[in-house]
């Protein structure tokens, strides 16, 4: 009776023992913005569950900082929370949030991370676990040329293709005050949408000279991110002047003109004169008929 009491007794104890057992899951809850920019920062927030086990004691969670993420100086890769004291919020959770740079050369679609969790302090046998960063480059890049430019009308147009696969909202061109160019009248253009591959212009008054014309275009990506870059194009105005050949069909086209309206000059001036001279001749043989 004595042994099976005791046998009792080590089994209530072990099953208590099991049911303390620390045991901790991580999820990631969050990521913003979704999907995430090469380049840019992302935020990626954590949960800890199972926190509110006593046993849990000095829980902690570490992002490891490898491709695609990188860290900036000084920030922090580690969370921590006592276990069992339902502190942070009073959850029995634990939130962790980072906020990380992705690589400019991560990959369209899912890329890889991984966080070590556990109690204490993190070692080689701390848990790992894998998450996804959705990642798409939603970036835009642009060729920006000068297409024409009429010193009479002082027009200036530039032409700009959307060399990226992403499509573009509320597209706009400024240029900037410099040197090489002075704008008259407003010197921003709202060109509008532009998808991928596609090309449009944009219209200013302005009058340039030789030499490298900075312009900035701004533009709304596809996750509604307003970004701004700028573009140096350089601008010839000898592209910009009539050629030779063309300057001597002006001149063969306008000689011709002088050549036709001299000839009817000629024409009406001749045969006026004819006209004086039959009438004069008829004048002179009237009278001698009459003497």
Known sequence: MKRSGVILLALVMLSFTVGATC?????????????????????????????????CRDVSIE???????????????VVKISGGTYSRDYSSYLIAPYKVRLDGDALDGDNK???????????????????????????????????DYDSATKTITFEILNIAKANVEALTLEIPRQGNIDIQGTNTNIVGDLDSNEYTTA???????????????SYSDAINERRTMEKTISFDPDYF???????KRAWYTYLIYIIIIGGVVYYFYNRRKKKKANHAH??????????
């Open 23 to 55: 045991n901790l899951d991580v999820s990631m809850v969050n990521q913003d913005p979704y999907p995430a920019v090469p380049g840019d920062y992302v935020k990626l927030v954590f949960q800890v569950s199972g926190t509110q086990n006593p046993e």
């Open 63 to 77: 992002l490891l900082e490898k491709y695609p993420i990188t860290f900036d100086p000084g920030e922090s890769h």
């Open 113 to 147: 991370i991984e966080v070590k969790f556990g109690t204490g302090s993190l070692n080689l046998s701390s848990s790992l676990k894998s998450f996804n960063i959705n990642v798409d480059d939603t970036r835009a890049d642009f060729e920006v040329f000068i297409k």
């Open 203 to 217: 219209d200013f008054t302005a009058v340039p000279r030789e030499g490298e014309i900075t312009v900035k275009i």
């Open 241 to 247: 002047t009539p050629s030779d050949a063309n300057g």
């Open 282 to 291: 008829h004048s002179k043989k009237g009278e001698a008929t009459f003497g």
